[in-house]
């Protein structure tokens, strides 16, 4: 996707956050279209005004993510309004805290459909669809830094999911490319949003809403605002990138972790050529 301008664009968790600043900013550089999709109605509703007052069309569709059904009609929906969809940003994600040998099951169960077969979801919806379009198709999958580097931490059910998406969302990358749509795997480092208060939307299959305060994440060395963040996304996205990394500062602890896989490599060598 090497032009914003004239897209359309469907953005999950565009009620808040990254998310609805990635709305907006798509907005300013030109997007005829834009839908809010977000569990929330109230905040979609915002957000979809906010991208109106800066130029773009746009609708709001409340959507939970983890309801397959929900996400085809979002879908269903996003094609009657504007005809295509150049640009799926599945971006909607929870988190919860606890230890990875402490977590019940519903807690797996609610992180797994949010954010690892939420994603899959509109993959399912969106991309037999954009077969179908004249226009180009480009998914983007919103992982994490977490989902490359894996450290014991109090998130270890989310780190183990988008482990899994970083996977699947290079596996599609190869799978679409023959068909001309691009699959991006965006790897943001902390940010200040509300993903640290997801708990409050947990749908009742996965065991109700539960109080947590939002705690603020760590103070990046380079602190910067939602929308700075959402104007390297679309620069990435404009690059046809497979990786999009907005906080490059990250880097010394992803090459750090991969050091550790090839030293490991090495003794795997090493013990091979003791043994025979």
């Not at 032009?3 to 907006?24: C, H, L």
């Not at 939420?118 to 999958?141: D, K």
């Not at 931490?153 to 023959?178: F, Q, R």
């Not at 691009?182 to 949003?193: D, N």
């Amino acid at each position: 996707m090497t032009d914003i301008a004239g897209s359309v664009a469907v953005i999950t968790g565009g009620g808040s956050g990254v998310g609805r600043a990635i709305a907006v900013e798509c907005a300013r550089q030109g997007a005829r279209g834009v839908v809010i999709a977000d569990i929330e109605a109230g905040p979609a509703e915002e957000a979809a005004a906010e991208v109106r007052e800066a130029g773009a069309a746009a609708i709001a569709v409340p959507t939970d993510v983890s309801d397959r059904a929900a996400v085809e009609a979002l879908a269903a929906r996003a094609y009657e309004e504007f005809g295509e969809v150049n640009l799926l940003f599945n971006n909607a994600g929870v988190s919860k805290r606890n230890p990875i040998a402490e977590a019940p099951d519903e807690d797996w169960d609610w992180i797994t459909s949010v954010d690892l077969m939420g994603p899959m979801y509109g993959v399912y919806a969106f991309v037999p669809r954009m077969r179908e379009q004249e226009g180009p198709g480009h998914i983007i999958n919103t992982a994490s830094v977490s989902g490359l580097v894996a450290r014991q931490n109090v998130n270890g059910i989310y780190t183990s999911i988008k482990h899994g998406l970083v996977g699947v969302s290079a596996v599609l990358h190869d799978e679409l490319a023959p068909e001309g749509i691009v699959v991006s795997c965006w790897c943001p480092g902390g940010m200040l949003t509300n993903m640290r208060d997801s708990g409050r939307n947990r749908q009742d299959r996965f065991g109700g809403p539960y109080p947590e305060e939002a705690r603020p994440v760590a103070r990046e060395p380079n602190p910067m605002t939602v929308n700075d963040v959402a104007k390297r996304v679309l620069a990435a996205v404009r690059e046809n990138r497979l990786y999009i990394f907005s906080h490059p500062h990250t880097r010394p602890t992803v090459e750090a972790y991969y050091q550790q896989i090839l030293d490991d490599f090495e003794a795997g060598e090493r013990i091979a050529a003791e043994l025979g």
